[in-house]
């Protein structure tokens, strides 16, 4: 497939090209496909870190197409991950659906970047969706000592077919899409505190992300350490 000039900027940033091959694969409620994936030496050259992403490329009708995906439970050792693929309409989707074991595809790691502030917080308060579940759990899995609120937004109940990864110090709060988001904004503006010690991580929409990222810097008067804020995904 060729790239396009997403691919050639990318390369120019820095970014590594490597060859992934699908090694397993399952559906998840029907809703959602696995695959377990070799890295093709992608672990080896990055540094593994919670919330870590690539950039995989897809055939849309002849033209190259990129889309960034969580790694789930990457494991150097032995140079394999999981990624979690939502079965909607797009190429992503039908690749994963339709992938056999030994099929392969390109992906590219460039960005992803990511480390728990120092001295570790002694509360995380997580915001995100059935898109960002994957980053949210490598989250609680790397801290799972430290107490953690939890809020997801989900648009029906399939989105609710991956678990989050919560212990006994956890506090999940599934919260329904509505208003364009404005659900989740009310409810997460409701009953996040301020706190000098926490770390305040948010990846939703884009415009909740950012309409919560104001009231965290703005209303509680976070330090801009304290808080991550990513859009991972777009309504409009």
């Not at 496909?33 to 950039?55: C, E, N, S």
Request: aromatic share 8%; glycine share 8%; hydrophobic share 40%.
């Amino acid at each position: 497939m060729k790239r396009n000039w997403e691919a050639l900027v990318l390369k120019a940033m820095g970014g590594r090209d490597f060859r992934l091959t699908v090694r397993g694969t399952e559906s998840v409620g029907g809703h959602y496909q696995r695959l377990v994936l070799d890295d093709g030496g992608l672990l080896a050259a990055g540094k593994v870190h919670p919330t870590m992403w690539i950039r995989l490329w897809f055939d849309d009708a002849g033209r190259p197409h990129q889309r960034a995906y969580t790694l789930v439970d990457p494991d150097p050792a032995a140079g394999r991950f999981t990624l979690e693929f939502a079965l909607h309409d797009g190429c992503a989707a039908r690749w994963a659906s339709s992938a056999q074991v030994g099929d392969t595809i390109m992906a590219t790691l460039q960005g992803s970047a990511f480390a728990l502030p120092d001295p570790t917080p002694r509360h995380l308060y997580l915001v995100g969706d059935a898109a960002s579940l994957p980053a949210v759990n490598s989250l609680l899995d790397a801290v799972p000592a430290i107490p953690a609120t939890v809020w997801l937004e989900y648009a029906h109940d399939g989105e609710r077919a991956l678990v989050p990864r919560a212990r006994d110090q956890h506090r999940v709060t599934w919260v329904p899409r509505g208003d364009d988001g404005r659900q989740l904004v009310d409810t997460v503006r409701a009953e996040l505190p301020a706190a000098p010690d926490a770390h305040y991580w948010l990846a939703c929409e884009a415009g909740s992300t950012r309409a919560l990222t104001r009231h965290v810097r703005r209303t509680l008067g976070v330090g801009k350490q304290q808080l991550t804020a990513l859009a991972y995904w777009s309504a409009r």
